[in-house]
Every structure is written in structure tokens, then in C-alpha cells.
């Protein structure tokens, strides 16, 4: 079991500035951009901040350049090795291969086959360990300590947090009248980015973060108040799936994080359609997550400004097919984007494209 509580330093936002300088010669901005059909249908102002667009489909390279920039030479000589269902073991390999460190990546049995195959192709060693995430970590920690390599945390990382809370700058400069930032959970560090700067920059803003109502061990953890492992779990969005949550996300997100929202897997699949239409870009479930928790919760979005984080695109064709090959759900999205606006929802006239300023 995951130790209850986190002891070591908690990233700051000096630690994200930071972070933005090194990871700057490497990552280019992504794009934050406004979303009209999404305005029209939340009454809300409403930006997508395109996470799937770098080079690893997702977020959480950020994270990986930061930490393997830091590493000393001797664990530069040693080696590292993670676990993880692909984003963060994406994120690893890529980065440890500008930096010239050698990489093993621990991912579960029957893992999607695109992650893997994209995590050997960036020159890590992939090994298939355990039947879920979870029983992946536990071997690598195993492994880690009798190989003597650095073991590199997929959460209880300060330096992994500090970058991915890029993104959330990147936010800021391009929108720092921002209301709302919704965020997927898995783990938890990339919306523990998010509350570390916003709450920093402009502390009412609200952030929100999502999980899959059949991995919710965060939510539920943040709700009771102590730390709680799921037996079991279920959700097609492997980015989101967990049945652990770890101590340094959740000290974060129970100091900063102001809801924590649940939604179903059929509401991930129809935001993929949603995001695939109203967008144009290609999201993995997890990246959908944000998508769908405001389609949830659109009520008590009218006339505010949200960010949603479309944290990744890593989708295999066959999870797209299977999306895609529902006739049902597919016109009932298309049915909601289409339907005329409600009276007074619409937020004012919305430029298409990136936010204005905005990098594309």
C-alpha cells in the first residue's frame, strides 16, 4: 500500500517557471483553441487546450524532459525505469532519449498495442508485467531496487509535476481571464499542475478534475478523507485507469483541487465524437475526460470561461472503430451539436481557431 502521507517537497510554481525554461529548447507551445459549437452548446466561453498535438500525443512529456534534464550523472550511468499504460512511459522514453539515458518502461499484459509499440520505437526496453497498471508499478519497484536503477514514479514526483504545470502557464498567458480549468485524473499530476499555478496566479479560479466512475480511487480517497484502494477497476481509458492513488497528488489536489467529478465511459466515448466534430482533433478516452465532465456539468458553466484538457490522443483504430461503428451514439451527438442554442447561452461571438495571441 501506497504510504498515506507524502513527506518530501511539494513543487511551487518557482518550480514550474523553472521547468518552463528547460523544457522550452524541446516542446513547442500547444495550441489553446476556441471551440464555437462547444460555446454555443455550455452558454459558455470555452477553450480546448491541445495536449494530444506534442510529440508523445500527450501531456506528460513535459514532465519526463523536466525530470531526466535533472538527473545526475550517476543515475544518468545507472539507468531509469518506470511503469506505465503508455502517456507517461511515452514521456520517459522520449525524453531519455534526448538526453542519451537508457530506459526500461513496465507496462501490464495486454497493454494497448499502439502505446507500446510507440514507446519502443522512441528506443526504451518494454517489458509486460501484471494484469492492470497497478500490479506493473509493484514489479518495477521490485526490480528498480535489485537492478539498482532509478526508479521514476509515475506521480510522487515533484520534478514531473512541476512539468506538466507548463501547460497550465501556457493557459494563463494566452487566457488570465480564465474562470475554470477542467482536468482528466489518473494519477493525478497533471491537474495537480494546473491547481499549483492557477491557485498561485489567481486563486479563484476553479479547477476540477475527472475520473472514470469505474477507477475513481481519487475521488473517492478525496471524498473520505483517507487513502483508498480499489480491488478492481474498470474503464476503457487506460490514461485514467488506476486503482491507486498516491501521496503527493493527493496532498496537492486536497489542498487545492475544488471538485472532483465522475463520468461514465459511454459519456467519454460520445466526447471523443464530440471533440472529433466540434474541434477537429482526435482524443484518447482519458484526453475526452475533460470534455465530458463539462458536458455533465454545463448547468453551472453558462457565462463563465473554461479551459478543458484534451490531455492526450493516443486512441487505437480499433477503440476509435468501435466508437465510431455506434449509430446511435453517433447521431445522438450529432443531434446535440446541431440543436439551436438555448435563448441567452450564447457567450458572444466566438472567433474560430487558436485563442487570440495563441500559438498554433
Same mark, same amino acid.
Given at each position: 500500500?501506497?504510504?498515506? %502521507? $507524502?513527506?518530501?517537497?511539494?513543487?511551487?510554481?518557482?518550480?514550474?517557471?523553472?521547468? /518552463?525554461?528547460?523544457?522550452?529548447?524541446?516542446?513547442?507551445?500547444?495550441?489553446?483553441?476556441?471551440?464555437?459549437?462547444?460555446?454555443?452548446?455550455?452558454?459558455? /466561453?470555452?477553450?480546448?487546450? @491541445?495536449?494530444?498535438?506534442?510529440?508523445? +500525443?500527450?501531456?506528460?512529456?513535459?514532465?519526463?524532459?523536466?525530470?531526466?534534464?535533472a538527473l545526475t550523472a550517476e543515475e544518468r550511468r545507472r539507468g531509469i525505469i518506470t511503469a506505465s499504460t503508455g502517456n507517461h512511459g511515452q514521456s520517459i522514453a522520449y525524453a531519455a532519449r534526448v538526453f542519451g539515458v537508457r530506459a526500461t518502461i513496465v507496462a501490464p499484459r495486454g497493454n494497448n498495442p499502439l502505446k507500446v509499440a510507440a514507446m519502443r520505437a522512441l528506443g526504451a526496453e518494454v517489458v509486460l508485467e501484471g494484469r #492492470?497498471?497497478?500490479?506493473?508499478?509493484? $514489479?518495477?519497484?521490485?526490480?528498480? %531496487?535489485? !537492478?539498482?536503477?532509478?526508479?521514476?514514479?509515475? &506521480?510522487? *514526483?515533484?520534478?514531473? =509535476?512541476?512539468?506538466?504545470?507548463?501547460?497550465?502557464?501556457?493557459?494563463?498567458?494566452?487566457?488570465?481571464?480564465?474562470?475554470?480549468? =477542467?482536468?482528466?485524473?489518473?494519477?493525478?499530476?497533471?491537474? @495537480?499542475?494546473? @491547481?499549483?499555478?492557477?491557485?498561485?496566479?489567481?486563486?479563484?479560479?476553479?479547477?476540477? +478534475?475527472?475520473?472514470?466512475?469505474?477507477?475513481?480511487?481519487?475521488?473517492?480517497?478525496?471524498?473520505?478523507?483517507?487513502?483508498?484502494?480499489?480491488?478492481?477497476?474498470?474503464?476503457? &481509458?487506460?490514461? =485514467?485507469?488506476?486503482?491507486?492513488?498516491?501521496?503527493?497528488?493527493?496532498?496537492?489536489?486536497?489542498?487545492?483541487?475544488?471538485?472532483?467529478?465522475?463520468?461514465?465511459?459511454? !459519456?467519454?466515448?460520445?466526447?471523443?465524437?464530440?471533440?472529433?466534430?466540434?474541434? /477537429?482533433?482526435?482524443?484518447?478516452?482519458?484526453?475526452? %475526460?475533460?470534455? &465530458?465532465?463539462?458536458? /455533465?456539468?454545463?448547468?453551472?458553466?453558462?457565462?463563465?470561461?473554461?479551459?478543458?484538457?484534451?490531455?492526450?490522443?493516443? =486512441?487505437?483504430? #480499433?477503440?476509435?472503430? *468501435?466508437?465510431?461503428?455506434?449509430?446511435?451514439?453517433? #447521431? &445522438?451527438?450529432?443531434?446535440?451539436?446541431?440543436?439551436?442554442?438555448? %435563448?441567452?447561452?450564447?457567450?458572444?461571438?466566438?472567433?474560430?481557431?487558436?485563442?487570440?495571441? +495563441?500559438?498554433?
Open positions: 500500500m501506497p504510504d498515506e %502521507a $507524502w513527506t518530501g517537497p511539494l513543487p511551487t510554481i518557482r518550480d514550474v517557471v523553472r521547468a /518552463r525554461r528547460v523544457i522550452a529548447p524541446h516542446l513547442s507551445r500547444t495550441p489553446l483553441v476556441r471551440a464555437p459549437a462547444l460555446e454555443r452548446l455550455l452558454g459558455a /466561453r470555452v477553450f480546448v487546450k @491541445c495536449e494530444n498535438l506534442l510529440p508523445t +500525443g500527450a501531456f506528460k512529456v513535459r514532465g519526463g524532459i523536466n525530470l531526466v534534464h #492492470d497498471f497497478d500490479e506493473a508499478r509493484e $514489479w518495477t519497484e521490485r526490480t528498480a %531496487a535489485s !537492478e539498482g536503477l532509478r526508479y521514476v514514479h509515475s &506521480a510522487n *514526483e515533484p520534478l514531473l =509535476i512541476a512539468g506538466v504545470g507548463t501547460a497550465s502557464l501556457e493557459v494563463f498567458d494566452e487566457v488570465p481571464d480564465v474562470d475554470l480549468i =477542467i482536468v482528466p485524473i489518473g494519477a493525478g499530476s497533471g491537474a @495537480c499542475g494546473h @491547481c499549483i499555478v492557477a491557485k498561485m496566479l489567481n486563486p479563484g479560479v476553479r479547477v476540477i +478534475g475527472v475520473q472514470a466512475e469505474g477507477a475513481n480511487p481519487v475521488e473517492r480517497s478525496l471524498r473520505e478523507g483517507r487513502m483508498v484502494r480499489l480491488e478492481r477497476m474498470h474503464t476503457f &481509458a487506460e490514461g =485514467i485507469a488506476t486503482r491507486v492513488p498516491f501521496a503527493l497528488p493527493l496532498a496537492i489536489l486536497r489542498a487545492h483541487l475544488d471538485e472532483a467529478v465522475l463520468v461514465s465511459d459511454e !459519456e467519454l466515448r460520445r466526447a471523443v465524437l464530440v471533440l472529433a466534430e466540434a474541434v /477537429r482533433q482526435t482524443a484518447e478516452g482519458a484526453g475526452a %475526460a475533460s470534455t &465530458a465532465a463539462a458536458l /455533465r456539468l454545463r448547468d453551472g458553466l453558462r457565462g463563465r470561461t473554461v479551459v478543458l484538457i484534451l490531455s492526450g490522443g493516443n =486512441i487505437t483504430l #480499433d477503440t476509435l472503430h *468501435e466508437i465510431y461503428a455506434d449509430r446511435a451514439r453517433v #447521431d &445522438a451527438v450529432t443531434g446535440m451539436l446541431r440543436a439551436p442554442a438555448e %435563448a441567452g447561452q450564447t457567450p458572444g461571438a466566438a472567433a474560430p481557431g487558436p485563442a487570440e495571441g +495563441g500559438s498554433v
